[in-house]
């Protein structure tokens, strides 16, 4: 990771956090009120580092992304200081607090609680704010005061794109989920999906094959994979021959927070979607036209099983997904309103 992004930054300094640190600091603040994730997340080593770079580099900006990262510049004065929160952080918190059994949901409800009161924090040390989708300003205005202005992701066009010699070669039972699997949205949405959709699926057309692609699988997604029907890939090298090779990607999340970089990545292979509302929401796609949308077992099977049977309408669905995020979602134009942004011009 650390040489790809050499090839972008003048300089770039990396510290490791280590499992013992990292999860030490988070039970530390368990009981205090500073968020237990934002300890996680805090490195002694790059803290010393940032203090100096800000002390001797003479910055005209500081950009920032995600919350947890604001501590580290939160007390910088002489440079443009812009927070780019992506999404709301304690919104998803709340999101886990309400599915998940007592007394964990209590543990997520405080967390929740701690991390929105440092958003708010936050907002008063920085001149300007960003999140990648409208709903997640709707939700981080009610107690931020800061000018929150939304820039949605992007996609690399011409990584992400369907190939002229694949066109076509996709198998029609595949369905592919990709994304880290040990983020606990998609270990949920996964298991979910193998539990409640998958069975409606097979019924009719017991030769689909679900593949969940992404690294770090935990043991929860791990047992789903049966070697045949359900493979479970772990890491790989290059997701794109798995979107070539499906008939349909789906984002069956139920907590969603932001903007679902995997279904812009789907639609960019121009593969047709089928995602919750949850997934699709902030996307500048239309459901129906852009991405086909389900929130329950029933709608979900049923709109992948449109698309498995129908050739005509996978290719529908793929031009238009596609077209969708040329228009939308293209990185030059997004990274031109982010130059922007943080010039303040």
């Known amino acids: 990771e650390g040489l790809g992004l050499k090839r972008h930054c003048q300089a770039l300094h990396v510290a490791r956090i280590s499992e013992v640190g990292g999860w030490g600091r988070f039970a530390l603040h368990g009981a205090s009120r500073y968020p237990s994730t934002f300890g996680y997340f805090w490195s002694p080593e790059l803290g010393r580092t940032v203090r100096a770079l800000l002390r001797d580099g003479g910055f005209e900006a500081v950009l920032v992304h995600s919350s947890s990262m604001g501590p580290y510049v939160a007390g910088h004065r002489g440079a443009r200081m812009i927070m780019d ?28 609680r701690k991390v929105r009161r440092y958003e708010r924090w936050l907002g008063s040390h920085f001149d300007i704010a960003s999140v990648n989708a409208p709903k997640e300003r709707e939700i981080l205005s009610r107690y931020v005061r800061t000018p929150i202005h ?30 880290n699997m040990s983020y606990r949205p998609n270990v949920e949405a996964v298991r ?13 057309r017991p030769r689909v094959r679900f593949f969940i692609v992404g690294m770090d699988p935990v043991p929860a997604v791990s047992r789903l994979g049966d070697g045949d029907r359900v493979v479970v890939t772990g890491l790989v090298d290059d997701v794109r021959p798995y979107f070539e090779s499906a008939a349909v990607a789906v984002a069956p999340l139920r907590v969603a927070r932001g903007l679902q970089n995997k279904v812009l990545e789907a639609m960019a292979m121009g593969v047709p979607v089928v995602a919750t509302s949850a997934a699709a929401s902030g996307i500048n796609a239309l459901p129906g036209r852009d991405l086909l949308v389900g929130d329950t077992p029933e709608s979900l099977a049923e ?43």
């Open 85 to 112: 929160y992506g999404d709301a952080d304690s919104e998803k918190w709340f999101e886990y607090s309400r599915s998940a059994p007592f007394p964990l949901s209590l543990g997520f409800a405080l967390e929740g």
């Open 150 to 179: 939304v820039l949605p992701n992007g996609v690399d066009l011409e990584y992400f794109r369907p190939r002229p010699d694949q066109a076509g070669r996709y198998e029609d039972d595949r369905i592919v989920f990709t994304g």
């Open 303 to 345: 709109a992948v099983a449109s698309v498995l049977d129908d050739a005509d309408r996978r290719r529908r669905y793929s031009d238009t997904g596609r077209r969708c995020v040329e228009e939308n979602h293209d990185w030059e134009r997004v990274l031109a309103r982010l130059e922007a942004l943080v010039t303040g011009r």
């Open 192 to 204: 979910h999906f193998v539990s409640d959709v998958l069975p409606r699926i097979w019924a009719e």
